[in-house]
């Protein structure tokens, strides 16, 4: 268990519809229909959360708990392309290697110390990390790969930032080996190039 | 009177089933509902609107009339980007210092001659203005506090042009001031730093 | 007949409800309805296309067989920005000088030996032309004028790839002299400076 | 002589250094060079043209003359998104069927009398077209093929509003029958099914 | 003084020579230049910035101490359109009402209890505010007037999030009663409704 | 050796100076610079690319071989969002796992029959895979983890198509184990939950 229900909030918005950018139509015209949304009816709690102050519990494999804020928790983001989220660490906890598929992404560090990193795209694969603590912030460019660690003995939290109300998350060894049913066999063998009890091994921690 | 319906065409376009630019999905996909819009359906009148020859009524505080034309008028300007105003100033009228939160305009005078200016944005909060008449132009940068100040004893007239469907209007004395229920004292005291007579003074007047 | 039904795939799509890019809203707010689609629902077959092996028939005037794989074929193609199409080239077949108005193109030629020209937007006029073979690829800038001819007396084929879910098609020629009711006499002779005669000419073939 | 001086301004603006829009980037990161224009030098006149008021000279084939107002002209519009045109009609003077490849329109009648159409994408080729007069607007979705008519004999006036620094302009006649070198008969004779005679007689027009 | 130099480092930056989104070009084409910026010297404090843990000095008027984390004091923000403020309050200290030209905007408070609100747009006016505290957050919509008021006697800090690397700031008092030359009394009196005393009154705080 | 240099077109272009889309103004105001490239000087070259006939050589250990046309290789592409790979396969090669953090796909088969998938981001992991083969295409969401492989004892050939001039990309595997210098082996071992020993063995494979 863990990481499957870690970042639920995330992928429970899916197709609201949601007013456009201004520019480039889809099509030729598509006359409005003016039933609109009454703003009077709008209220506050629209565009309120509570509890990022609160320490998430980090008792799972990855010692991590991310509490999101995005459209699906806040209603009110729809079309403002932001959302954060408040990420714990347990000690010598990490955030696995992960990319987001629609956001840049600016890390604070609210408390503790972390090595941070990203990894330029191929052929490069050059990281670019830091240990940073309490009041650094690192950014980290839009769709690149990049982790966190708690290099301390003590808890360490981070605010993630991101220019995007569900910028996504594709944490890498889950997406590779803990997709059901499996991708094939032949492909993580040759992709990572090593022998089925490897590959097996791999995917029964998921 | 006067302010609080000069602007009422704006914000009545809320919540349109608008079809979106093309790149940056807002979630991992969304499988289209290909049941659509007939374009068989569509006529002239969906992008037409009469009447921007007519001269506004200006009889209000500002000596100032509006007639918007944007998707709440003409709903064939559904994500098309763009809308225009014409406004009419009564002798020394002015459009007060506002801002628009989704466009860039041009002003071009079709009658009379106008102070026209847009103020930097902090720390700057330098002014560019110009006394410009009949057949001349002014740029407006995105989201700058402007204003037009009818420099003579007659009428005038400008069209202002946006791209945006709906550019929206903050008129920042009215926003500040004419909200309603109030801003805190404390929040107007200190940003304009007199006392509460002189905000209870400014907000009496909306 | 001919090239009536060639591109009908095109622009049966029109007002899809398709998710926004993030940032620049319509209008002050507009709070997320959070009854969304499933994605456990979506299917392989949402994204899926298939016959693209297949030849066109091209008997008709131009010589010329497009099928099209936009979002009306693929309904996953939606909020995607991309499309393709096969076209299919009778010996001495040509696409006629169109423009497509939300796309910029790449054409990669699949067989046959192909001239493949844009022409600069006024005052330039200038085209840019290149006969190209298998394998070889040539860019169509955003909104430009170009056309294909096979020069060769034998079928070819090309794919043509497109940065917008729904390209659209304007073939000039069509688009002036097909359009039902025509339009004005007085403006295709001023614009072609050609008599009455010709010009009903031009339309008697459309 | 007339078209190709006509739209002069349109196609001097080419490769300017363009501040880009937040999101999206075009590579993993690009560092910021922060040697930066000083806005304490910019003054009114980069956002200023004057002579819209003034007719232009309407003797040529066409009887017509745009005055464009772009970023050719005003260099302070770099990065808005907007531009004017204001365009002078001889009696009966047409502007011939055009598409813009990069922005939507909206036409304003400041004086007389004109039929304003634009044309649905294939395969549809519907003509959507009314006669508007002083005072009104009808707005051209973005890319669309359209033209304007004066059909009185008496001079008229409008201002056309779009959405892009610069729209850019194709005239589907001279794009087509006007490009230098020449587009190949072949094709010609294929779009508009007329004979050789035919298309030179076009040709020769331009 | 105070409000002229807190903000100083927004507006250092205007035309960083940044890679473009990749849609919607400005012209009809730009052929690249391959001398491109060296991937390899990239390093991790292009992407770095220390200090957010500090308490500002707020010994000014507003009680008020932003320290901005923009792309002018980290350069590799530049493109990934994200950038985030520290914002310290004195006890009873405020945001005066301001906009952003260029962004939305996510609130989080990470010490003391603050009244925070946003203003809807003309002709609404209507405030939707809230107080929120430690652990709290609120969304303010792009463009809209909005504030902040620490409602305790004691310190306050809140963390501002932005989806643009430049988000721009407009105080609304700075930007009509401090901005030199002054905008003419005319304007300010028939936008406040108050004699020239009271607006003199208002321009020699700034 | 392999995986290195295969993709190396596509690192190579970083910092190219691109004209922006028209909205979204990153800063106040940029007045242009006139000295702008001539249009004249392009030429049909700027936009050509040839050879994608000919099989590449896939003697590596993913038994692949894709040959990139973006910008590094056709500068004319430059702001205009679009580009194209083929890719070989050797019988049973794989793409493995990637991401492009830039774009959308569209994945064409010219030759043999192969399993084409991507996998929903967090916390669904679901694959949506299909067999296809020549002339079927399947479409490949903006950001997601996707493969191919070529399930058959021959060649095969894709087309792969993308709405970036740039896309990017990101092998995972590459990504994660072969990053220089490594990324920490505890950051490794929590994301993939086995022991250093099994880490360093998928290290040493890059």
């Not at 499957?4 to 229909?33: E, H, R, T």
């Amino acid at each position: 268990m863990g990481s499957k229900i870690i970042f639920l909030g995330l992928i429970a918005v899916s197709c609201y519809v949601a007013s456009a950018a201004d520019p480039s139509p889809l099509q030729d015209f598509c006359v409005a229909d003016q039933n609109s949304t009454d703003p009077k009816v709008v209220e506050a709690n629209d565009f309120f959360f509570t509890g990022l102050h609160l320490r998430g519990n980090t008792s799972n494999r990855f010692g991590l708990r991310p509490t999101p804020v995005t459209v699906a928790q806040v209603p009110g983001l729809n079309t403002l392309g932001i959302s954060i989220f408040r990420v714990d660490f347990a000690p010598f906890g990490v955030t696995p290697p992960h990319t987001h598929p629609r956001a840049s992404e600016v890390v604070l560090v609210l408390k503790g110390q972390l090595e941070v990193g990203f990894v330029a795209s191929n052929p490069e694969n050059r990281p670019i990390t830091k240990v940073i603590g309490m009041g650094d912030m690192l950014a980290i460019p839009f769709g690149l790969t990049h982790f966190q660690r708690n290099i301390r003995n003590g808890t360490a939290v981070i605010l993630a930032v991101f220019n995007s109300q569900t910028p996504g998350i594709i944490l890498m060894a889950n997406s590779v080996f803990g997709s059901k049913p499996d991708i094939s066999n032949d492909v993580l063998q040759k992709a990572f190039q090593v022998d089925q009890n490897v590959i097996s091994q791999l995917q029964n921690q998921f």
